[in-house]
């Protein structure tokens, strides 16, 4: 080795840091490359694709040969930069000291960081052309891989660890929230909602989105028969619910488009109405949203009434109510929280906690009630007088309307709270 010259040794070096930086871009390219577009351009049978999801498939080898090549031409860079520190200068102990320091700056920044940020920008530019070079060698040398690893499996069952078991960890609710959100997500923000909507269904039940008792638009038949006709002829809603002095004594629901073109008949009569009604349908109040979903498609229906467990009506919901969980709000409406110049919200308390939630993007608690009228008196544990001011679970609130027995307006002050 004395008798080769100073400028081939150098040359050698020169290649083992090339190689050193093919190995340490490779593993960042290949780790980093997007699977799905991987998985797309092997379905339109790209080659390269095909060779790069083959080594994947094979992440125990891959990892393995990356490592022993990296390592290998590490270790002969340094033997080789001792070599013409010791042979070729006179002073060897500073010489030495010297290269090292060099080759430590040479490996880091051309080795390593470099081509780990190239590869890292664009992976699939120098992950594809790597994987026609990895395959084949990896076939060549897989009886060294297979010796190292089995030696390295060895130690490991030593200590108790199974190296043949993979992991079975599972993202949890919040941490599938977390990838939807996290800051450089491709996903657009419009896709965002609809995911996290989607995510939320496993926690939701009917009673959290219903239209509760109170609002419920619907014909008493106890009422006279012009005020039913003028209340089918302004009806907002496309079916209503038909019943006897009480929601509770429903009769069924009435299709409006159905019963329009006998309006005018001479013959009319409230038995008309109940002729044209389809059966109701009764939803217990903790049918988890999802459930629901699939229950409104397989029979067929649109709308059903929200029971409690002695079969009281407590509210009623429709098939665009669940699919608003999803799609969020389908007709917006400006009133329910509006946002001032100085950063505060004006907020109708008859808005649900989800949907206040859901359009401001806070944290408020979803568990307990469902409207934020009844998250406020449960938390002061009565119902508070107007310019009462409060800090609700960590957001400052301000109480600008009541009625006897319940809030109607607050003011969100403008302190840790998130905008729209």
Same mark, same amino acid.
């Given at each position: ?17 090339? /190689?050193? *930086?093919?190995?340490?871009? *490779? ?5 980093? /490359? ?20 083959? &080594? ?39 010489? &030495? ?49 297979? /010796?190292?690893?089995?030696? *390295? ?106 019963? &329009? ?160």
């Amino acid at each position: 080795m004395n008798d080769i010259p100073l400028s081939m040794l150098l040359g050698i070096l020169a290649l083992m840091l090339l /190689l050193s *930086a093919f190995f340490s871009g *490779a593993e960042t390219a290949l780790m980093t /490359l997007n699977r799905y577009r991987l998985r797309h351009l092997v379905k339109l049978k790209q080659r390269s694709a095909i060779n790069t999801l083959q &080594l994947l498939n094979k992440q125990d080898l891959l990892n393995s040969f990356i490592l022993l090549g990296n390592n290998f031409v590490n270790i002969l860079a340094a033997a080789l930069t001792t070599f013409i520190a010791t042979h070729f200068y006179q002073q060897k102990e500073e010489s &030495l000291a010297i290269a090292i320091l060099l080759l430590t700056l040479g490996v880091l920044i051309f080795s390593e960081i470099i081509p780990k940020k190239l590869a890292s920008l664009r992976p699939e530019l120098l992950a594809f052309p790597a994987s026609w070079i990895i395959l084949p060698l990896l076939k060549v040398f897989f009886p060294v891989i297979w /010796l190292v690893n089995g030696v *390295a499996y060895f130690f490991l069952r030593l200590f108790g660890f199974n190296p043949k078991k993979k992991s079975q960890d599972t993202f949890n609710k919040e941490e599938l929230k977390n990838i939807v959100t996290e800051p450089g997500s491709l996903i657009p923000v419009r896709y965002q909602k609809m995911l996290l909507g989607i995510l939320d269904l496993e926690s939701a039940t009917v009673e959290d989105i219903m239209t509760p008792r109170h609002e419920i638009v619907g014909i008493d038949l106890d009422a006279s028969l012009p005020d039913v006709l003028v209340q089918i002829k302004r009806s907002p809603h496309t079916r209503l619910p038909v019943y006897k002095k009480s929601i509770d004594n429903v009769e069924g629901f009435l299709h409006i488009r159905s019963v &329009l073109t006998l309006l005018e008949h001479k013959d009319f009569s409230k038995d008309t109405i109940l002729n044209l009604l389809t059966k109701p349908s009764f939803i217990p109040d903790s049918t988890p949203v999802h459930n629901q979903i699939h229950r409104f498609k397989t029979e067929k229906i649109r709308i059903g009434l929200v029971v409690d467990e002695y079969g009281d009506v407590l509210g009623l919901v429709t098939l665009d109510d669940l699919l608003q969980e999803i799609v969020g709000e389908l007709i917006t409406d400006d009133d329910t929280v509006r946002r001032q110049n100085d950063g505060s919200y004006l907020v109708d308390a008859n808005i649900t906690v989800r949907e206040l939630n859901r359009l401001t993007q806070w944290a408020l608690p979803t568990e307990g009630p469902k409207t934020l009228n009844g998250l406020i008196v449960e938390f002061m544990e009565t119902i508070p007088e107007s310019g009462t001011s409060i800090k609700l679970h960590g957001y400052p609130l301000e109480i600008l309307k009541r009625d006897g027995s319940a809030v109607k307006l607050v003011k969100f002050l403008p302190e840790n709270v998130s905008s729209l």
